[in-house]
């Protein structure tokens, strides 16, 4: 890492996000130490990976008692990242792409990070940590959390009508942005840079393909990730399922989540819904649609009632004491979700039943964030519809959990994939300025696989850079 003010401050490779034993042992042990005693210091870049100190991953297999389902789920969870989100190691990614390719400069450039929230988040600490004077685009009708955390990292806000799925918003705050100071203002969009793609492609992809096969040692799953199911946001996240198709090509499958609220790709539909987060009414540039199995949606208030029952008293009596799920494990579940990392378990639930999937077939799916981000939210639900006592509490863990149903699924037919590359066109080339050529050349996987074979270049520039400006 450099730091001097002059110098543009960098942190890991890819490769050592994935592994962070390959980091420099006294940059890791600062790291580390920093975690606690200094969270805000730019050490912490080397602390954006999915395993701890001991290199152990972010996970938890979750009960049966819960899920309902005889396949085993796994949660990769990111609220032990530096921001307490996962989406810090894509706007690292694509912060750290842009400057070394001489993009973006600290010392003359204003960094915007276009987001429904966490991205921004990350953008924020990412940002500043960097030294980059950072603006965080988020609608107005986020969670105060969200608004708190980005000011406390030292970005700007810039609030944008609506709510979660007014994206088309945010663009037009970005293009007014630049047109006020096109010298100065660069947009880090996750919806459309690589970065964001590249980090999940290759670090979350390569974790998950670890974990199954320590999972397999443990008498979990048969050392294959069956399926992986994400709600889809920037397109970023869900990138994870490029790798492990593959890995395990014919037998993989990839599920994309939606909000029933806001059903994009399944109907070409809009609207408003309060799973914060995970974006919509628009199909994002990175995410490759062509290549998924299934498109299946959630309800948001099955979400938001489903993270109050892991988060509150009564849930935790009634998963503990009728459900049999131990104390410390039902701790363990009340820290590690948010709202979309519910949707996306009830997402892996309804996975799991659609394909018939058994005791052996491990399906994956990933926690955002944690409840700290919406105790607002959850107040807000507890005025609407009065406190959740047990029998509430009850109710809910069948029919959100066990009796999730099979209907808003719409299987990756070769027609379907055409449909949800398609509807790219009219945000993309109508509105944002992508060539058709472009567009027609995402059809094909050759095109992922030169974005995805440029980790190995950047890696060697982030090197190449780190060593021709080290201090000390």
């Known amino acids: 890492m450099t730091s001097d003010s002059t110098t543009l401050i960098t942190g890991p490779t890819f490769a050592e996000m994935l592994d962070p034993d390959k980091i420099d042992p006294r940059i890791r042990q600062q790291a580390l130490e920093a975690r606690g005693k200094d969270p805000l210091d730019p050490i912490n870049l080397f602390n954006i990976s999915w395993k ?3 290199n152990r991953i972010y996970h938890e297999v979750l009960p049966e008692a819960l899920t309902g389902v005889e396949a085993p789920i796994v949660v990769l969870y990111g609220k032990d990242f530096p921001t307490g989100s996962h989406k810090v190691g894509a706007t690292y990614a694509v912060l750290v792409e842009k400057a070394i390719g001489g993009e973006v400069d600290p010392a003359r450039h204003t960094i915007v990070w276009p987001s429904t929230g966490n991205y921004g988040i990350g953008g924020a600490w990412v940002g500043c940590r960097m030294q ?3 603006v965080v685009i988020l609608p107005e009708e986020m969670s105060q959390e969200r608004f708190d955390i980005v000011r ?10 609506g709510c979660e799925s007014n994206v088309k918003e945010i663009y037009d705050k970005c293009h007014e942005l630049v047109a006020a100071d096109p010298e100065r203002v660069r947009v880090m969009n996750q919806f459309e840079a690589f970065g964001n793609y590249r980090f999940h492609y290759f670090v979350t992809g390569n974790t998950l393909i670890e974990l199954a096969g320590q999972l397999k040692a443990r008498g979990i799953g048969d050392g294959r990730v069956a399926a992986y199911v994400s709600a889809m946001g920037s397109g970023g996240t869900i ?3 490029d790798r492990l198709k593959q890995q395990w090509p014919g037998s993989h ?11 994009t790709l399944f109907a070409n539909g809009y609207g408003a819904h309060d799973i914060q987060g995970i974006g ?30 892991l988060t509150e008293e009564a849930g935790w009596r009634v998963l503990s004491e009728r459900y049999g799920i131990d104390g410390e494990t039902v701790q363990r579940l009340s820290q590690i979700f948010g709202i979309s990392g519910v949707c996306n378990v009830l997402g892996a639930i309804k996975t799991a039943k659609f394909y018939g999937l058994g005791k052996n077939d491990l399906v994956a799916t990933i926690c955002t964030d944690a409840i700290d981000r919406y105790h607002s939210v959850m107040a807000q639900l507890t005025e609407d519809l009065g406190p959740m006592d047990e029998t509430e509490a009850c ?10 149903k099979l209907d808003w699924i719409s299987e990756g037919t070769r027609l379907n994939r055409a449909r949800w590359h398609n509807l790219k066109y009219y945000t993309w080339v109508e509105q944002q300025g992508k060539s058709i050529e472009e567009l027609n050349a995402q059809a094909d996987q050759e095109y992922w696989e030169r974005q995805q074979a440029r980790i190995a270049e950047i890696d060697e520039r982030i090197e190449a850079y780190r060593k021709s400006h080290a201090v000390g």
């Open 132 to 134: 980059f004077d950072s």
């Open 253 to 263: 499958r990839i599920v994309g989540l939606e909000p029933i609220q806001c059903p």
């Open 152 to 161: 406390r990292y030292g970005a700007r806000l810039e609030l944008t009508p």
């Open 395 to 404: 109710v809910r863990t069948v029919s959100i959990f066990h009796k999730q």
């Open 280 to 309: 919509d009414k628009h199909v994002t540039w990175i995410h490759n649609v062509t290549n998924m199995d299934a498109v299946m949606c959630i309800d948001d208030m099955e979400s938001k009632m489903g993270l109050q029952l």
């Open 239 to 241: 990138a994870a399922g």
């Open 52 to 54: 701890d100190a001991d």
